[in-house]
Nanobody, 118 residues
Framework: RVQLVESGGGSVQAGGSLRLSCAAS????????MGWFRQAPGRGREDVASIDSGGGSTYYADSVKGRFTISQDNAKNTLYLQMNSLKPEDTAMYYC???????????WGQGTQVTVSS
């Protein structure tokens, strides 16, 4: 069974940076996608970024393009999200997910909170 554990969230001021990590274990797919998602109180889930297992295909939401970078260390089975130039509207619970292809997310982590103050 796939297990995903996020870390790295916290509180920062606008313009600051954070790096989220997602430690993964128990992969069941030989080819897979990993993604970052967020949900703010009272709002729907937003797809933030995703990457395929080979690292050759990435996706970013327009709201984070140029500020966030998704990456992975396959040797450590860890997914990262480097978040720069953070804005108050980036405040949300951030989740990582794993699935066989983009758009199908079978496994989810518990989330890590990111709070950006103005």
């Amino acid at each position: 069974r796939v297990q995903l554990v996020e870390s790295g969230g916290g509180s920062v001021q606008a313009g600051g940076s954070l790096r989220l990590s997602c430690a993964a274990s128990g992969y069941t797919y030989s080819v897979y996608y990993m993604g970052w998602f967020r949900q703010a109180p009272g709002r729907g889930r937003e797809d933030v970024a995703s990457i395929d297992s080979g690292g050759g295909s990435t996706y970013y939401a327009d709201s984070v393009k140029g500020r966030f970078t998704i990456s992975q260390d396959n040797a450590k089975n860890t997914l990262y999200l480097q978040m720069n130039s953070l804005k108050p509207e980036d405040t949300a619970m951030y989740y990582c997910a794993h699935g066989p292809y983009a758009g199908r997310w079978d496994y989810w982590g518990q989330g890590t909170q990111v709070t950006v103050s103005s």
